[in-house]
């Protein structure tokens, strides 16, 4: 799902989460019912918990480069 922003000419901005690639350029005001158009913005992807933005960036980092390991790492026990 993604969250979509427009802008109504009587009430303001509001939001709409569709599935992603399913928003058109014009949307129906929640309040007012008058046809709003659609704003494009920048994605909200600094909202992220930094814990969860590490492990994406190490993830996607992985697929051309992936962490080399030499051996157990200390603490734990093989299973």
Do not use: K, N, W
């Not at 109504?8 to 949307?27: D, I, K, N, Q």
């Not at 005001?29 to 933005?53: I, K, M, S, Y």
């Amino acid at each position: 799902m993604a969250t979509y922003q427009f802008l109504c000419p009587e009430c303001g901005p509001f939001e709409v989460t569709l599935p992603m690639g399913t928003a058109s350029a014009r949307h129906t005001c929640p309040e007012c019912r008058c046809a709003a158009r659609r704003v494009f913005c920048a994605p909200h992807l600094g909202r992220l918990d930094p814990a969860v933005a590490d492990a994406f960036a190490r993830e996607e980092r992985s697929r051309d480069a992936p962490e080399i390991v030499s051996g157990v790492p200390p603490g734990r026990r093989p299973v």
